[in-house]
């Protein structure tokens, strides 16, 4: 066929239209770059530190506090803290290991002389556990060397005892000379979580009570079950079931005890604050505060006040049935005397007149004589208790 003009067909406006439309090619699979992470921010690490006199007979706490505290700022502001020890020493919370070098590096302190600095023994370190069965067969100094670079200082390997041995458990024990706890760790090529560790009661295993250890414990020995002297073979032999704790129904050793309860809990506050055990005692105080003892003081006191009350109160009671009892008894004399001396007729006895429904006699009356007693016919109806009634003799 000869070229010639496109067919437009009816359409005579067909060249006049855009043509097709190129489609887009779809873009080649290629792998997509990773954005590089981004470098993490170091937090301030705070430092605990020391600030000791070197002579021992003038320690910081006999200088001047103004003085002292002038030094201080000298050096740095940035302390978060101030906390004086027993010892007369300072105990400072710095911001972070930059200030805490400047403070090292002191040797005298304006107002208190030649001081001597350190970092504290235990309050600059932060313990966690991790489960990395893993690594429980390498050496304690491989390990520390491995994780040296995250701030590990010391691990222990938690063990349990199995066929008489000591089998680890796969979960460690690691020290971290840090402020704060880091909620993972990386072990080679895996992340673990990092669990935070608070200790367990300590408990003599001589004496049975809580806070201190066989090694510095001067009590007499007892039974872990029924706290007697142990000269017996337990627990067939044991003749009751008593905590040394708590006077509980149950063993000295049992978890379950109030007393070791509690004493968790005062361990993790104060291993959470960081404080002393004085005031993680104060610190669970005043978030759990408990019911005062039965045998407290003012409870003993308010009993015997209620005892007595009530002994005063059975007492006013009795003495006032014995006055009722009295005081019939002397109506009823009365009555019986003014009858004997009186010659009238015979009237109902006393015990009459008061289990009787209705009155027997209506009130007395006198006439001319002083001794003559009559019945009036339109006398008002009698009160229940009779009352005698002093009657002066009318002249007519």
Same mark, same amino acid.
């Given at each position: 066929?000869?070229?010639?003009?496109?067919?437009?067909?009816?359409?005579?406006?067909?060249?006049?239209?855009?043509?097709?439309?190129?489609?887009?090619? %779809?873009?080649?699979?290629?792998?997509?770059?990773?954005?590089?992470?981004?470098?993490?921010? %170091? @937090?301030?690490?705070? @430092?605990?530190?020391?600030?000791?006199?070197?002579?021992?007979?003038?320690?910081?706490?006999?200088?001047?506090?103004?003085?002292?505290?002038?030094?201080?700022?000298?050096?740095?502001?940035?302390?978060?803290?101030?906390?004086?020890?027993?010892?007369?020493?300072?105990?400072?919370?710095?911001?972070?290991?930059?200030?805490?070098?400047?403070?090292?590096?002191?040797?005298?302190? $304006?107002?208190?002389?030649?001081?001597?600095?350190?970092?504290?023994?235990?309050?600059?370190?932060?313990?966690?556990?991790?489960?990395?069965?893993?690594?429980?067969?390498?050496?304690?100094?491989? &390990?520390?060397?491995?994780?040296?670079?995250?701030?590990?200082?010391?691990?222990?390997?938690?063990?349990?005892?199995?066929?008489?041995?000591?089998?680890?458990?796969?979960?460690?024990?690691?020290?971290?000379?840090?402020?704060?706890?880091?909620?993972?760790?990386?072990?080679?090529?895996?992340?673990?979580?990092?669990?935070?560790?608070?200790?367990?009661?300590?408990?003599?295993?001589?004496?049975?009570?809580?806070?201190?250890?066989?090694?510095?414990?001067?009590?007499?020995?007892?039974?872990?079950?029924?706290?007697?002297?142990?000269?017996?073979?337990?627990?067939?032999?044991?003749?009751?079931? %008593?905590?040394?704790?708590?006077?509980?129904?149950?063993?000295?050793?049992?978890?379950?005890?109030?007393?070791?309860?509690?004493?968790?809990?005062?361990?993790?506050?104060?291993?959470?604050?960081?404080?002393?055990?004085?005031?993680?005692?104060?610190?669970?105080?005043?978030?759990?505060?408990?019911?005062?003892?039965?045998?407290?003081?003012?409870?003993?006191?308010?009993?015997?006040?209620?005892?007595?009350?009530?002994?005063?109160?059975?007492?006013?009671?009795?003495?006032?049935?014995?006055?009722?009892?009295?005081?019939?008894?002397?109506?009823?004399?009365?009555?019986?005397?003014?009858?004997?001396?009186?010659?009238?007729?015979?009237?109902?006895?006393?015990?009459?007149?008061?289990?009787? $429904?209705? $009155?027997?006699?209506? $009130?007395?009356?006198?006439?001319?004589?002083?001794?003559? &007693?009559?019945?009036?016919?339109?006398?008002?109806?009698?009160?229940?208790?009779?009352?005698?009634?002093?009657?002066?003799?009318?002249?007519?």
């Amino acid at each position: 066929m000869p070229p010639g003009a496109n067919s437009l067909g009816n359409n005579r406006f067909a060249l006049l239209s855009p043509g097709p439309k190129n489609k887009r090619k %779809k873009p080649e699979n290629s792998t997509l770059e990773f954005f590089p992470e981004l470098p993490i921010s %170091k @937090k301030d690490d705070p @430092k605990y530190l020391i600030i000791k006199s070197q002579d021992a007979k003038k320690p910081i706490a006999s200088t001047s506090c103004f003085a002292v505290h002038k030094g201080i700022q000298a050096i740095s502001k940035e302390i978060n803290k101030i906390t004086p020890l027993r010892d007369g020493s300072l105990l400072l919370l710095v911001k972070n290991q930059k200030i805490a070098d400047k403070f090292l590096q002191t040797k005298h302190l $304006p107002g208190a002389g030649a001081v001597e600095v350190s970092l504290h023994n235990s309050l600059n370190s932060v313990k966690g556990t991790i489960y990395a069965p893993f690594i429980c067969q390498l050496a304690d100094d491989e &390990i520390i060397d491995g994780l040296k670079d995250q701030g590990v200082s010391e691990v222990y390997k938690f063990t349990k005892r199995n066929n008489g041995d000591r089998v680890p458990t796969g979960a460690l024990l690691l020290t971290f000379d840090k402020y704060t706890l880091p909620s993972r760790i990386e072990v080679a090529w895996c992340t673990l979580d990092v669990r935070p560790y608070y200790p367990n009661p300590m408990r003599c295993k001589i004496c049975q009570l809580l806070g201190h250890t066989a090694k510095r414990c001067n009590k007499p020995p007892a039974c872990a079950i029924c706290n007697l002297p142990p000269n017996h073979t337990p627990p067939t032999e044991c003749s009751r079931v %008593k905590c040394a704790n708590c006077d509980g129904d149950h063993p000295s050793s049992s978890n379950a005890c109030p007393k070791y309860v509690q004493s968790k809990e005062i361990l993790k506050i104060k291993t959470i604050h960081k404080c002393s055990m004085r005031e993680a005692i104060n610190l669970y105080k005043s978030q759990k505060p408990s019911t005062p003892s039965s045998f407290s003081y003012a409870n003993v006191t308010a009993s015997n006040n209620n005892n007595i009350n009530i002994e005063k109160t059975s007492n006013t009671n009795n003495s006032n049935d014995k006055i009722k009892a009295s005081t019939s008894k002397n109506i009823a004399t009365n009555i019986h005397s003014i009858h004997s001396d009186c010659p009238v007729t015979p009237s109902p006895s006393v015990s009459s007149l008061y289990n009787s $429904p209705s $009155p027997p006699f209506s $009130p007395l009356s006198t006439t001319t004589s002083p001794t003559t &007693i009559t019945r009036s016919s339109t006398s008002p109806v009698p009160s229940s208790h009779p009352q005698s009634h002093t009657q002066v003799p009318i002249d007519t």
